[in-house]
Structure formats: structure tokens, C-alpha cells
């Protein structure tokens, strides 16, 4: 008897953390409902069907700026971890002084030395002039791609070499007393350790990424910030353009969670040595 209490009393405990949770949830989606409900009634949206194709450019420059860099830059960051703790040392302090000057400046200033910097020096030689990808390096657009990828890979270069170190060498030397090569082992068993467990750090780095995104407005890639920026001062209405792209990058952070909570998920399931 006294234990079917003590189910019931932990029943109740159970159900009234949910109800705390499900309070906690529904109160910033009651907050954003009547934030919605009032910016809809009260302000002006009037400018959003003479501006909406330029949003919407915008908006692909935004997506495509964070899917592109973040994916290479993460193609980037796995060698140069990995280099970092295994060597050689003539690629690891390259490695580690690359991740030290990146992380040591700011984006903006990144930004500017490659744009303003770089892309200043390529009109001085003529057969770069003359070349097929003088059309491309005359654009600001590819040095906005390079500058948010070396920015994302020296990142995560760090975080890869500390997940990468972080994998417990007995798991290692087990793979290989299995009879698995080297490139097996890092196929199989150390890439897939190191990648779950810096995936909580990646989403919040890819997040990042996606606030930087706005930098890119001031070597004049149009981005959804830099619209937002020509309807202030076009219309001169403050408050209804930064609504929008708050909207616009709450959305985007939450898509970008979800995308590497499934990631998360799905790695979670496949160990290595399952696999093996």
C-alpha cells in the first residue's frame, strides 16, 4: 500500500516538473504571440511589398553564407585538430599559429584586410585582370565566403583538437589490437568520438556564425541585415525592419538547432565499435 503512495506521490512530482516545464515553454510563445499580435495591429508593414524580393535575396545570401562557410570551414577545422595532436610538428604549429591569429582579431577587421586589403592588390597585375576569375575576385562576395570560413575553421579547429584528444586512448588501442588500420581507426573509431563530442559546440559556433553573417554588409554584400538597413533609410521607419530580421534570425538559430540535435541524435545512436 505504502508503496503505491510513493508511486503516486512520484507521479505528482513528475507531472508538476511538466507542468513547470510546459509553463516555462509556453510563456515566451505567449510573449512572442502577443508581441506578433501587436506589431501586425499597430505598426506599419505597408513597405514590405515594395521590399520583399530584396528580402528574400537577402535572406538566400544569409542561408547561403552560413550553410557554405560553416561546411567548409568545418572540412577545415577537422585536419587542423587533428594535426595539432598528432603532428607533424611542422603542420601542428602552422596549425596552432593559424587558430591564434584568427581567433586573436576581429572579423571585421578579417573582413576588411581581405576585401579592401587583398582584393585591392589583384587590379595591379594585368594577368589576373586578364584572367576568367577576374570577374569572381572583383565581386566582395568571395571574400565574405573566406573570411566567415577561416573564421569558423580556426574555431573549431580548437574545438575538434580538444575532442580529438579527448578520446580515451584505450578505446584506440582496443580498435587496433582488432586488427584495424590507422586510417580504420580514425574512420571508425576517433573521428566519430570526436565529432559527438564536440557537437553541442558546434551548433553554438554555427549559431555564432549566423550573427556574424551582418559583417558582411560592410564590404557591401547584400545580406538580410543590409536590407533591413536600406528600408531604415529609405522609409524611415526604425523599429518595423529590425523586427523583422530579429524574426527572421530567431528562426534560422532555431532551425539550426534542431538540424544538429538530429545530427546529435543520430551520432549518439551509431558507435564506432557497433559499426565494427
Known sequence: MSSRSDEMARGGKAGFSRLRLDAGTLTPIVAAIVLAAYAALRMRWDWLGDYYPLL????????????????????????IGLVQVVGPKWLALP?????????????LL??????????????????????????????????????????????????????FKGVPKGQLDAARAYGMSGFLTFRRIW?????????????????L?????PLVATITVIDVYSVAAQVR???????????????IYIVLAVVITKVFARLSGRSGDNTAFRKS
Open 191 to 207: 573521428l566519430p568520438q570526436a565529432f559527438r563530442r564536440a557537437m553541442p559546440t558546434l551548433a553554438g559556433e554555427t549559431i
Open 95 to 107: 596549425a596552432r599559429a593559424f587558430c591564434t591569429v584568427i581567433r586573436g582579431t576581429p572579423l
Open 209 to 213: 556564425q549566423l550573427k556574424a553573417t
Open 233 to 247: 533609410q529609405q522609409t524611415y521607419l526604425t523599429y518595423e525592419p529590425l523586427l523583422l530580421i530579429s524574426a
Open 110 to 163: 578579417q573582413l576588411w584586410l581581405l576585401y579592401y586589403g587583398l582584393g585591392s592588390l589583384f587590379p595591379q597585375f594585368p594577368w589576373i585582370r586578364d584572367s576568367a576569375l577576374w570577374p569572381i575576385l572583383r565581386q566582395a562576395w568571395p571574400y565574405a565566403f573566406l573570411g566567415l570560413t577561416l573564421s569558423y575553421a580556426a574555431y573549431e579547429g580548437e574545438v575538434f583538437r580538444g575532442a
Open 56 to 79: 528574400i535575396r537577402g535572406l538566400f545570401m544569409t542561408v547561403l553564407l552560413v550553410v557554405v562557410t560553416a561546411s567548409l570551414g568545418m572540412l577545415l577545422a577537422i585536419p
